[in-house]
């Protein structure tokens, strides 16, 4: 046995799955879900979609257009799956991956490319797309939604938060912090842990002994495991903890068991780290491609369908190429901005400092 022997595509399944690779519908006795072949549709849309803005900007960061891009490739069914499980009231606490849920959340995605290409600090307001500005700070967004749920909680409303983290971040003080004050407080809150598999060059086994979902019981709550490249399971599990949650039945983690098929970033060569042989076995248990087998399969959609979806897919691709290289620079002084709600006299101070030394450029 490898070192890595348990991990990835050879891992035990111990996970709720709906939907097999192969693209057969699977019962469960806790979590099935009925889906309209319109809704199954819409998904497959999602998914293709949110692919296609993802493959743009790793293209755009070729390019120089962008200073960096985390992608999301292969996690598209856990991100789009647990987003579609959102109701418009509940509010989601992303990482720097979260492209999907932002799509969910109805963010545009040049916004997202902006943030990576350095013009602005997302540019969204989280509080009209109940998204909030992406973290890079491992971890630290768990307790920004407990804080949030235990608000919830205290206006007496019936929504619920949902935070994203990866499988590094389960090692951070402050995402074992968040599971206290969500456990003890019995908060509103679902911890969504996209495992896959790798904290840029750090495998699994580096951060737990046992499956993370494991982890909850400790804290007193309960964990659950869904594949994460099955948008049908992961939109059940989610949707099932999000009303636990509203309901005061307190936090649920969610191991999304998932994995990375891309690099951690565009600064990240993962085959100095990496087999080629794990990436071509989590390649068999793609997230869309299960999703269109289910489609063909089952007679839900026709070639006519899948046209439009990859015709669509060309067209927003080239929208965000286009929109995303008409980006206006920002003002040097904007830098200053948003710090703070209000004024502030020392970063007036600095502003000042700043915009007097670049005048000292100019003849
Ligand atoms: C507090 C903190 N420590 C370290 C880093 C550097 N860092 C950026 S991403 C990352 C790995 C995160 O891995 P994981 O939680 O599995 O998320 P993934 O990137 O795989 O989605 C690290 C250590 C950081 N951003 N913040
Ligand atoms: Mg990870």
Not at 112 to 120: D, E, H, Q, S, T
Not at 221 to 244: H, K
Request: charged content about 25%; hydrophobic content about 40%.
């Amino acid at each position: 046995m490898t070192a890595h022997a348990p991990r990835g595509a050879d891992a035990p399944p111990e996970l709720v799955q709906l939907l097999t690779p192969e693209g057969e519908r699977v019962e469960h006795p806790d979590y099935d879900i009925e889906l309209t072949a319109e809704e199954v549709r819409s998904l497959y849309r999602d998914l293709v979609l949110v692919r296609r803005i993802d493959l743009e900007a790793v293209a755009l960061q070729r390019q120089g257009e962008l200073g960096l891009w985390a992608s999301l490739l292969g996690q598209e069914a856990a991100q789009v799956g647990s987003g579609r499980a959102l109701t418009g009231a509940d509010m989601a606490f992303p990482t720097y991956r979260e492209h999907g849920v932002a799509w969910c959340r109805d963010v545009d995605p040049v916004n997202l490319l902006a943030l990576f290409r350095g013009v602005n600090n997302g540019g969204w307001n989280p509080a009209e797309h109940n998204f909030h500005l992406y973290t890079i700070v491992i971890g630290s967004q768990t307790l920004h939604a407990v804080g949030y749920a235990m608000g919830i909680q205290r206006d007496g409303g019936d929504s619920a938060a949902i935070v994203y983290f990866g499988d590094g971040a389960t090692s951070q003080g402050d995402v074992n912090e968040s599971f206290i004050w969500a456990s003890v407080f019995n908060a509103p809150v679902v911890f969504f842990c996209q495992n896959n598999q790798w904290a840029i060059s750090e495998p699994l086994e580096k951060q737990s002994k046992i499956p993370l979902y494991k982890r909850a019981s400790g804290f007193g709550f309960p964990g659950i495991r869904v594949d994460g490249n099955d948008v049908f399971a992961c939109l059940a599990v989610t949707r099932a903890a999000l009303r636990n949650a509203r309901e005061g039945q307190g936090p649920t983690l969610i191991e999304a068991f998932t994995y990375r098929m891309g690099a951690h970033t565009t600064s990240d060569d993962p085959t100095r780290y990496r087999l080629a042989n794990e990436l071509e076995a989590w390649k068999l248990k793609d997230p869309i491609e299960r999703v269109k087998a289910y489609l063909f399969k089952n007679e839900l959609a026709d070639q006519e369908f899948f046209e439009k979806v990859d015709a669509e897919a060309d067209a927003l691709g080239k929208d965000v190429r286009d929109r995303c290289l008409a980006l206006p620079d920002p003002p040097p002084g904007a830098i200053f901005d948003h710090v703070y709600a209000g004024a502030h006299a020392l970063l007036d101070e600095e502003r000042e400092q700043y915009l007097t030394y670049l005048a000292g450029f100019e003849r």
